[in-house]
């Protein structure tokens, strides 16, 4: 016969079990809209957590690899152009800021725009991944096990890596909330870059990985941009453009451009 005690336990513990169960992120609402020639979506969704009720907004440019590509444009010198001015001018279909610079405005990490080294690899412990396209395809690749080739067209090193072999990367900071700005491949021929309202990196890493968040996309492998005041995102709507910018001017841009 089950004693009161253990009743008390097994209550206690299922109560949690059912908490928790409910708990987590969820999205809340979702709108979707094409580029002008289609082969880009423009996913704006917010996701709760049902837990704490807290809310983030996330705007993402998803595309097929086969019809759309990324570039990296680069600033070596002011004046430098905002977001929105930079993907007009090139007819970009999207576009987010890109990697981190120092305070003279240089890039930290690798940096290849056109083929063009403009900054080699770096060995630190926040860059822990390349976004990087060939002529065929668009990865994000862990830094130590990245090669530098003639196939690569365009890289941004940066990081943390938020997902990894389709699983939130562990040890991710969960107390510090910002603007972000990251990429996501599911190597399956999609990839996407996007930003999000303020979010600690631990909550990015788990809403990335929700269902449905990109359509039918999953993300295998997700890595961090450069965030904070460097947030910005553009994308090319068929009746007129969409643009959340930046705060301060940045060195570099991630463009999605037609193949």
């Not at 109560?15 to 809340?28: P, R």
């Not at 969704?45 to 990296?72: I, M």
């Not at 120092?102 to 083929?115: F, I, K, M, Q, R």
């Not at 910005?232 to 060195?251: H, L, M, N």
Request: glycine residues 6%; proline residues 5%; aromatic residues 6%.
């Amino acid at each position: 016969m089950m004693t009161r005690l253990l009743r008390a336990a097994l209550f206690l513990f299922l109560s949690a079990a059912s908490v928790f169960a409910q708990s987590g992120w969820k999205i809340a609402e979702t709108r979707r809209e094409a580029s002008p020639n289609e082969s880009v979506e423009h996913w704006a969704t917010t996701v709760e957590e049902t837990a704490t009720a807290d809310r983030a907004t996330l705007h993402l440019a998803v595309f097929a690899t086969r019809t759309a590509t990324l570039r990296v444009i680069d600033q070596p010198s002011a004046p430098r152009a905002d977001l929105a001015s930079a993907m007009s001018r090139i007819n970009a279909l999207a576009g987010v800021n890109g990697g981190y610079f120092d305070p003279e405005d240089a890039p930290v990490g690798l940096l290849v725009s056109e083929g063009r080294v403009l900054s080699p690899s770096r060995k630190a412990k926040l860059l822990t991944g390349v976004l990087c396209t060939t002529q065929n395809q668009v990865d994000i690749v862990r830094t130590t096990h990245f090669t530098m080739t003639k196939k690569v067209k365009a890289a941004v090193q940066c990081g943390p890596l938020l997902i990894e072999r389709g699983a939130p990367v562990p040890g991710l900071n969960d107390t510090r909330p910002a603007r972000r700005t990251f990429a996501a491949v599911d190597g399956e021929g999609h990839a996407l870059i996007g930003v999000s309202s303020a979010v600690t990196l631990g909550q990015l890493s788990r809403i990335l990985r929700l269902p449905n968040l990109a359509g039918k996309m999953k993300i295998s492998r997700a890595l961090n941009l450069d965030g904070g005041s460097s947030t910005a995102f553009w994308f090319a709507g068929k009746e007129e453009p969409f643009s959340i910018s930046e705060s301060k001017t940045v060195r570099d841009f991630v463009a999605v451009v037609p193949r």
